[in-house]
C-alpha cells in the first residue's frame, strides 16, 4: 500500500497517537472545530413529533430544531465533520437503503472538505440496534434482573457486530445511571438501583460493543437519575458525598474494567451547576483522577440548553465556550453551539489549545477506528446483505427474556401446566408493543410511521399463551392509557367463564408523555397507568383466581393486590422475544431465575423506595414516622419452582490488613424436584462509620445453575478496599472496625452472615483500588 507523502497520518504502521498528532498539525483552525461537531441530516422530529402540550418547554427545540436544520450536510462539513448523526436510526429503510444512505452521507464529507477526513456514525442501542428490522433485546431494566454479566457481553458483542457490519462506529449505550426515584420515566433504560450490579453488568456490556469494533458510550455523567420528583432533566439536589459513593463508581467501573472509549454528558444540574458546565466533572475527576483518555460527547442539544434551559450562558455561542471548556469534545445530534467557536477564539474568548485538546481525542478514535487508513473508503466500511434481525440474534435476545423475568409469588396456580380454562386480559396482554422499550425502533421512530408495520415479528403474550395451553378466551379490558372502563364487563365475565384469570398489566414505552415509561414519560406516583388497578380490582372481586402479570418499564405498588392475587409476576419490558419467555414461566415449561434490580414498592406513594437506606431510611427508624418503608419485594428478590438453600458461610481469616483481603465461601444446594439457577449475593456492612452510610451494599454475586440434588461451593474474594468510602473530608478510606459479611438471595434474606475485622491505619485510596469482587463456583454433582 503507497502512502501519500503529504499526508503521512494515512499509514496505518504509525501509532494512532502520532497520526492524530500529524492530521491535527496539518489542519486549519476551522477544520480543527469541525471535527467537533455534527450533522442530523435525516431528523425529521420537528416535523412530526413535536408535544403540542404546552406544559412542555417546546419553544427551546424548536429553536434547537431549526438552527440545527440550517445547514445542510454539504454545507456542515466544508472543514470536515465530526459525527455523522443517526443515519440508520431516523426513518424506517432496508439494510440495503441504509447501506446507500451511509456511503452517500460519507461522500458528501469527502467531498466537501479539503482533508478528506470521514466522519464517525454513531447511533442509538440501547435495546439493540436501534433501526427498522434490527432485533429489539429486553431493555436494561431487565439486563438487571439477569444478574448475568457474560449474557450481557454476549448480547452487547451481538449487538456490535450488527452495527459494524453496516458502517457504524460508535453506539451511545449503556446507561450507568443509578435508579433513586422509580417514578423517572427512564428507570427502564437503566440496570437497577445498585451501583456495584449497574457497574459490572455495564462494564460487560462495554466489552461486548468496544469487542466487535464499535465504541461503547457511557451515559449519563452524571447524576441524571436522581431528578427531583423524578421528572425528566429536573435539577438534582445532591451531595457531593452520594455523587461519589453511589453515582459515579459505575461509570468509573465502566472505565478502569472494561476501557470504555466515550462518555455522554447528563442533561441535569447538580446542586446548580449544570454537567455541561462543569470542569470537575469532565476534567478533574474525569480525565485527571480516572486517567479517561477517550472522547466525551454531549447528550442531543445539551450544549445550547445551558443557554435556552439551564440559562447559565447568554446564547448558544457562549454555551459552546461553556462546554468546551468544560471537557465537551464532541457537540451532538449538530453543530449549534460549536458553530462560533472560530469567532470565540479570534476574539480571544477561548483558547486554541481547548480546540486542540478536543481536536486531538476526536482524531485519535478516528485513527484507533481505522478511519484515517490509506485504503478506507465509504463502501469499504459496510457489508451488503446483512441480516439484523437473525435466528441467532432472536435465541440470544430469548434467552435473556427468560433469564429477567421474575417470579414475585408462585401462588395458588402456578405454574398453570394443569389449568383447564384460562381468560387472559388486560391491555398488555395483546399488544407487542407493550413487550418493547423506548429506544426500540418500533416504539422510538414508527409511531411518526405507522404505515410500516414494526418491521419484525414479535408475538404478543396471548399469541405465547395459546402456544402454551389449550383453553384460552381473551377480553382486553382497558388500555395502559386513559380512564376508558367500557371494556370491564366483557373481561370480568371472562373472568368469570374461566378456571384461571390472567391479567396483563403495566406499561406502553414511548417519548415525552406519549407513554408511560421511557425518556419524558415520568409518573406522579407508583400506581398502575390509567384504570388498570381498578381493572384488577374487578377481576379479583369475582372470586376467581386471578394472576397478575406486570409488564413494566419500573416498579408499580402491588400492595393492594398482592395478598389477593393467585400469583404475581414481574417482567420487566422482555424484548422481541419476551412474550413465549413470560408464557414459558406462567405454564412451568422455564423456571424461573430473574432477580429485582429494584424493589417493589407496597405503597403508591413510597419514596425513596431504594434499599441503600441508612438507618434513618430504613425499617429501623420505625416508630419515627408514619410512612412505611418496607418494601413489598426487596432487591435481589426472586422466586423459583425449584428450593434452594444456602448455608455454611466460612471467611478465610477473622481479620484482615486495612489493605488485605479475604474469601467468603457459602454452599448452595438445589434442594427441590427441577433444574434452576440462584443468585447468591454478598453484601457487607459497615458496623460504625464516619458518616451515615447505607445499611448494606451489594459487593458480590454469582449465578449458580444447580440440578436437583446438586450443590456448589461459591467463594467470593473480597478485599478491603471494598468496604471503601467518602468520609467527613470527601476523601475516600478504607478504615479499621468491624464488618459483617452477609449472604444469601436478596437484600432481606441473608442468613449466612459473620462479623470481619479490619486493622490498622486508616487507609485514602483513589482510582486504583480494587472495584471487584472476583468469583469462583466449585460445583458438587453428588449433591449436599
Not at 173 to 179: E, T
Not at 322 to 342: H, K, W
Not at 711 to 738: Q, S
Not at 775 to 782: E, H, L, M
Request: charged share 20%.
Amino acid at each position: 500500500m503507497s502512502i501519500s507523502t503529504d499526508r503521512p497520518w494515512r499509514d496505518p504502521a504509525l501509532p494512532a497517537a502520532e497520526r492524530a498528532g500529524l492530521l491535527l498539525a496539518a489542519m486549519t483552525l476551522e477544520e480543527k472545530i469541525a471535527q467537533l461537531g455534527s450533522r442530523w441530516a435525516g431528523n425529521d422530529m420537528a416535523d412530526h413529533e413535536l408535544p403540542e402540550d404546552e406544559t412542555i418547554n417546546v419553544a427551546p427545540m424548536e429553536d434547537v430544531f431549526s438552527v440545527g436544520g440550517s445547514l445542510s450536510l454539504e454545507d456542515a462539513s466544508r472543514d470536515g465533520l465530526g459525527h455523522l448523526t443517526r443515519v440508520w436510526g431516523s426513518y424506517p429503510q432496508t439494510v440495503e437503503q441504509g447501506i446507500a444512505e451511509v456511503v452517500r452521507q460519507h461522500e458528501v464529507v469527502l467531498k466537501e472538505s479539503r482533508l478528506g477526513v470521514p466522519a464517525l456514525v454513531h447511533e442509538e442501542c440501547l435495546t439493540g440496534f436501534t433501526t427498522y428490522g434490527a432485533t429489539v433485546y429486553p431493555a436494561s431494566i431487565a439486563w438487571g434482573a439477569t444478574f448475568d454479566p457474560s449474557l450481557v457481553e454476549r448480547m452487547a458483542a451481538a449487538i456490535g457486530r450488527d452495527m459494524a457490519a453496516v458502517g457504524v462506529h460508535q453506539g451511545l449505550s449503556p446507561v450507568l445511571d443509578v435508579v433513586r426515584d422509580y417514578r423517572w420515566g427512564r428507570v427502564e433504560e437503566t440496570m437497577g438501583e445498585d451501583p456495584y450490579l449497574v457497574g459490572i453488568l455495564g462494564s460487560a456490556y462495554v466489552r461486548g460493543l468496544q469487542s466487535a469494533g464499535v465504541i461503547a458510550t457511557l451515559k449519563h455523567f452524571a447524576g441524571y437519575s436522581a431528578s427531583r420528583a423524578g421528572r425528566n432533566h429536573g435539577p438534582v439536589s445532591m451531595g457531593r458525598r452520594e455523587l461519589l459513593d453511589i453515582i459515579l463508581p459505575t461509570f468509573e467501573t465502566a472505565i478502569a474494567t472494561a476501557g470504555a472509549r466515550s462518555v455522554m454528558s447528563s442533561y441535569a444540574d447538580l446542586d446548580g451547576l449544570p454537567a455541561s458546565a462543569d470542569p470537575w466533572l469532565f476534567t478533574d475527576v474525569l480525565r485527571d483522577e480516572w486517567g479517561f483518555e477517550g472522547t466525551v460527547v454531549s447528550d442531543y442539544w445539551a450544549v445550547p440548553f445551558l443557554a435556552s434551559m439551564h440559562r447559565v450562558a447568554a446564547d448558544n455561542a457562549d454555551a459552546g465556550v461553556v462546554a468546551l471548556t468544560a471537557g465537551t469534545d464532541v457537540e451532538l445530534p449538530d453543530t449549534i453551539g460549536y458553530l462560533s467557536l472560530l469567532d470565540k477564539v479570534k476574539a480571544g474568548e477561548v483558547s486554541e489549545e481547548l480546540i486542540d485538546r478536543a481536536a486531538r481525542r476526536v482524531l485519535l478514535q478516528k485513527a484507533e477506528l481505522g478511519l484515517l487508513d490509506e485504503d478506507w473508503t465509504p463502501e469499504g466500511s459496510v457489508q451488503s446483505g446483512v441480516d439484523l434481525d437473525s435466528a441467532a440474534n432472536r435465541s440470544l435476545a430469548g434467552e435473556l427474556a427468560e433469564k429477567s423475568v421474575v417470579l414475585l409469588d408462585a401462588g395458588s396456580v402456578l405454574p398453570l401446566s394443569g389449568a383447564a380454562k384460562v381468560a387472559v386480559v388486560g391491555p398488555c396482554a395483546d399488544d407487542p408493543r407493550t413487550l418493547m422499550g423506548c429506544y426500540a425502533f418500533p416504539n422510538h421512530v414508527l409511531p411518526r410511521y405507522p404505515e410500516r408495520g414494526p418491521g419484525i415479528s414479535v408475538a404478543s403474550p396471548l399469541d405465547a399463551l395459546r402456544n402454551e395451553l389449550a383453553d384460552i378466551s381473551y377480553a382486553k379490558g382497558c388500555e395502559v392509557i386513559g380512564d376508558d372502563r367500557s371494556g370491564f364487563a366483557a373481561a370480568v365475565a371472562a373472568a368469570q367463564d374461566s378456571d384461571v384469570c390472567v391479567a396483563f398489566v403495566g406499561d406502553l414505552s414511548g417519548l415525552f408523555g406519549h407513554g408511560t415509561s421511557g425518556e419524558g414519560c415520568d409518573a406522579e406516583d407508583l400506581r398502575l397507568p390509567g384504570v388498570q388497578g381498578e381493572l384488577l380490582e374487578a377481576l379479583l372481586d369475582t372470586g376467581r383466581p386471578v394472576v397478575v402479570v406486570v409488564v413494566s418499564g419500573r416498579p408499580y405498588a402491588l400492595g393492594l393486590f398482592a395478598d389477593r392475587a393467585a400469583g404475581l409476576v414481574q417482567a420487566f419490558i422482555p424484548g422481541q422475544e419476551g412474550a413465549a419467555a413470560i408464557a414459558g414461566v406462567l405454564s412451568g415449561r422455564i423456571v424461573p431465575s430473574g432477580k429485582l434490580p429494584v424493589q417493589i414498592p407496597r405503597h403508591v406513594g413510597g419514596q425513596p423506595g431504594t434499599y441503600l437506606q441508612p438507618a434513618l431510611g430504613s425499617v429501623e427508624s420505625a416508630g419515627i414516622s408514619g410512612l412505611e418503608t418496607q418494601p413489598l419485594y426487596p432487591f435481589g428478590y426472586g422466586a423459583s419452582y425449584t428450593d434452594f438453600t444456602i448455608a455454611d458461610l466460612r471467611l478465610s481469616v477473622p481479620e484482615i490488613g486495612t489493605d488485605g483481603e479475604f474469601t467468603a465461601t457459602v454452599r448452595v444446594a438445589n434442594t427441590g424436584d427441577r433444574g434452576g439457577d440462584e443468585v447468591v449475593q454478598l453484601y457487607l456492612r459497615d458496623v460504625v462509620a464516619r458518616v451515615a452510610r447505607p445499611l448494606k451494599l451489594l459487593t458480590g454475586f454469582a449465578r449458580v445453575s444447580l440440578e436437583p440434588g446438586q450443590a456448589a461451593d461459591v467463594t467470593f474474594r473480597v478485599h478491603a478496599d471494598r468496604t471503601a468510602y467518602t468520609g467527613p473530608d470527601l476523601r475516600r478510606i478504607v478504615e479499621p472496625g468491624d464488618v459483617e459479611v452477609m449472604v444469601g438471595t436478596s437484600s432481606l434474606d441473608l442468613p449466612c452472615r459473620a462479623m470481619l475485622r479490619l486493622t490498622g491505619d486508616v487507609r485514602v485510596v483513589g482510582h486504583d483500588r480494587v472495584l471487584t469482587t472476583p468469583v469462583t463456583i466449585s460445583n458438587d454433582p453428588g449433591g449436599g
